[in-house]
């Protein structure tokens, strides 16, 4: 069945073929009767006449492989002459070597011609060879013969004029019979031969040599225009490979694949039975396990385990239970009523976890604090069950209340001292407060949110809340080792509080990050205004004491210059000594005045672009005379050129005048100070060295405190106010720059302080990117 449809469908193609051939011949047959009908209507046909002719009918377009049309002429008037004439043909341009061609001298095509004459029919020459620009080209010729049609009844037969003819490509009008036949069908055609040996005249190309068991094969011949023409179709191993030829090797693996697929069935069937026993003892065996597992862990749990039913009859217990209820009674708990052991305990309260207290009587000497876990459920006979876990918490009560009492001295102690306790998770973005802490915030409510702490932040003042955060995330990130700052709170309607805010990183992530802080935080509103009042008294008293100090001064330099002349050398020192400590007085007046402005933020700072030269020459002559007076000399090294600092002029020779004053006192004598300045990218660095006792260790990191001095016999004899180096420290980082200093005793001790340097504009200081600037300074 399935080779008699194969068949069918190659039968089918043929027929296809067949069809499409016997179209072609009707294409080549209406052809040359629109040309004979051409040639019959009218005696003469111009070159033009012909093109729009060949034009119309599309010659070259054609699918039937015609390369061109003609019309050749006979004589007419001598019935014995041979010739035939190539009178017209197109396209034309293609084919001008065959204008004025003489068809006879070709046998094949004199001989076919005769033959149309005679039959009047279309005559075939497969193979002829015409002239050509390529010195020629093997075509095949198509003739029919065009008869004047004589009407007179003397005539016997029509006049023959001539004959029209067609120039046809056998090989594509073979080629374009059947879509399928370049992939289905291989097809090859003889004509004017029925000798399959010979070459074919067109042969279809096929990919692959068909297998001959099951190729199918076709050969046909008819005999057409005067010709044999012989056709041979044979099958493509495409069109074996789309038929079923294989149905039955088909077939067969199908049904090996399904006799496979059922003993692989069955396989896995019997496999799976015997897995599901495996299974089965698997599991009876764990579960025979599991239920010695959990007696094995039910008897040695140190938590106590009980199982009752609903009358509270003890049906289970473990060794622990035996302990905790009845120690030493080697009896057993099963059997004896809960509520003998368990006085208190109610067996209808809710599931759940609960404590129970047990009278000293009944467990141990002293009262007894048991956490039980209550379980009720259901057995497969659906009876109360219920399991009882006990736990005895007595100890841990106990460290409970001890932790507790713990809890409220500390908390006394810290409402005593009035310090809040704070401790934040910074992962997790809540915080814990202490009591005394919620009432210095005036917080009542213990059911507020997660994060009391953080919830405090609306209420901080907005100038001073940038700034806890800034101090607290320094801590957070490493940069600094303690989170401390001062901020305002506002309570209600009260007046502004200050608190100070201490706070360290107790733990930390293994990445470093913060996980964890602590501080404590105090109302220092009072001491703040303490240190406001004291402050307000020095000034107050600074001020009243510099105007009788000016006229103590006044008049004792006006006695001293009445008594210049005098010989009185006893009154002379006591007015010497007076003025010394008057001026010592006054200094230390204004020190005092100056400290405090700055402490109160009064201290006004007015830089602009100042010379450096003339600042130094200006000290150095300032100082010059107290140098002398010291008996040490002075050295001022100036940098070359014109440079300018972004500075307060005043402030910065007030820091110069402390600096190089000391120097000069506690230089040895007969020494040098100097005054040196180095330029750098963006600031100066100005130094001030001497060379002396030294300042001692120890006294290092306080020699910038108000009121410090180091305490040597030196300095004993050369007293001094103990506020220049504050106040020049402070000056100094008001004015944008550092100070420091390096001193080794017995060795040179040096002061220094950087200023910045004005940028080319000379309003405002010189910026790191002012490449302009860094080029003018190096």
């Not at 020459?125 to 390529?134: E, R």
């Not at 102690?413 to 814990?432: C, E, H, P, R, W």
């Not at 509103?525 to 009243?544: G, Q």
Request: proline share 4%.
């Amino acid at each position: 069945m399935v080779k008699s449809q194969s068949e069918e469908d190659f039968t089918v193609l043929l027929r296809q073929g067949l069809t499409s051939l016997s179209r072609t011949g009707e294409v080549y047959e209406q052809t040359l009767g629109s040309l004979s009908g051409l040639f019959i209507a009218s005696d003469h046909i111009s070159a033009d006449e012909m093109a729009d002719f060949a034009a119309a009918i599309d010659v070259r377009d054609s699918t039937a492989g015609i390369d061109a049309i003609g019309f050749a002429s006979v004589n007419a008037d001598d019935p014995t002459s041979q010739k035939i004439i190539v009178q017209r043909i197109e396209p034309a341009a293609s084919h001008e070597a065959m204008f004025g061609l003489d068809l006879s001298a070709f046998p094949a095509v004199l001989a076919a011609a005769h033959l149309a004459r005679d039959a009047h029919e279309i005559h075939l020459i497969p193979n002829v060879t015409l002239p050509g620009p390529d010195g020629g080209k093997t075509s095949a010729i198509m003739l029919k013969p065009v008869f004047r049609p004589d009407h007179s009844a003397a005539a016997a037969e029509p006049t023959l004029m001539g004959y029209v003819f067609t120039l046809v490509d056998l090989s594509q009008a073979f080629a374009t019979l059947s879509e399928a036949q370049s992939k289905m069908i291989e097809l090859r055609a003889w004509v004017g031969t029925t000798d399959l040996t010979t070459p074919p005249i067109f042969q279809s190309p096929s990919e692959d040599t068909p297998n001959p068991e099951t190729a199918l094969e076709r050969v046909q011949s008819v005999t057409k225009y005067g010709q044999p023409i012989t056709l041979s179709w044979r099958s493509t191993p495409f069109f074996d490979y789309s038929q079923p030829f294989r149905a039955r090797w088909f077939l067969l693996t199908l049904c090996l694949m399904v006799t496979l697929l059922l003993f692989t069935v069955l396989r896995i069937m019997i496999r799976r039975e015997r897995t599901i026993s495996v299974l089965v003892e698997q599991k009876s065996n764990e579960l025979e396990t599991r239920e010695t597992e959990r007696r094995s862990i039910i008897e040695n749990a140190m938590l106590s385990i009980l199982s009752v039913d609903s009358t509270g009859i003890i049906l289970q217990s473990n060794d622990a239970a035996q302990n905790l209820l009845l120690p030493g009674n080697f009896a057993g708990l099963t059997g004896r009523k809960i509520s003998n052991l368990l006085p208190n305990l109610d067996l209808k309260k809710t599931d759940g976890r609960f404590k129970l207290t047990v009278p000293s009587t009944t467990i141990s000497d002293e009262e007894t604090i048991l956490e039980v876990e209550k379980n009720t459920w259901l057995t497969s006979e659906n009876e109360i069950r219920i399991t009882l876990l006990l736990r005895d918490i007595t100890a841990s009560e106990q460290y409970a209340q001890e932790i507790t009492k713990t809890e409220q001295r500390w908390n006394m102690a810290l409402m005593g001292a009035q310090i809040g306790v704070f401790d934040i998770d910074l992962k997790n973005q809540t915080s814990v407060v202490s009591e005394m802490w919620r009432k210095m915030m005036k917080i009542t409510d213990q059911a507020d949110n997660a994060d009391p702490y953080h919830a405090l932040l609306d209420r901080i003042h907005p100038e001073d809340r940038d700034l806890l955060i800034e101090a607290e995330g320094a801590c957070a990130q490493g940069i600094s080792e303690r989170a401390e700052a001062r901020f305002r709170i506002k309570h209600a309607d009260e007046d502004w509080r200050w608190i100070q805010s201490d706070a360290i990183v107790v733990e930390r992530a293994a990445n470093g990050t913060a996980v964890r802080m602590l501080g404590t935080q105090m109302d220092i509103t009072e001491s703040i205004e303490l240190d406001r009042m004291k402050r307000d008294f020095i000034a107050t008293v600074s001020h009243e004491l510099r105007t009788p100090l000016t006229s103590i001064k006044g008049s004792l330099s006006l006695l001293e210059a009445q008594l210049k002349d005098s010989k009185l050398n006893a009154v002379e020192r006591l007015i010497q000594i007076a003025q010394s400590n008057s001026d010592r007085l006054f200094n230390l007046v204004n020190d005092i005045l100056d400290m405090e402005k700055m402490n109160a933020g009064r201290m006004t700072i007015e830089p602009k672009a100042e010379s450096l030269s003339h600042i130094m020459v200006q000290i150095s002559d300032q100082i010059g005379p107290y140098a002398a007076q010291w008996r040490v000399g002075l050295d001022v090294s100036i940098p070359k050129g014109s440079h300018t600092l972004w500075t307060d002029q005043k402030r910065v020779i007030q820091v110069l005048a402390n600096l190089l004053s000391n120097a000069c006192k506690f230089a040895d004598e007969g020494t040098r100070v100097r005054l040196t300045a180095t330029l750098m990218p963006t600031e100066v660095r100005i130094a001030v060295t001497n060379t002396g006792a030294g300042i001692p260790e120890e006294f290092h990191n306080r020699i910038f405190q108000p009121f410090s001095q180091a305490d040597t016999p030196d300095t004993k004899q050369k007293v001094g106010t103990g506020l220049g180096l504050n106040i020049s420290r402070q000056l100094v980082e008001a004015m944008g720059g550092e100070i420091g200093f390096e001193s080794e005793p017995g060795k040179e001790t040096e002061f220094w302080f950087t200023c910045p340097l004005a940028n080319a504009a000379g309003i405002g200081p010189v910026e790191k990117a002012d490449l302009g600037q860094l080029r003018a300074v190096s």
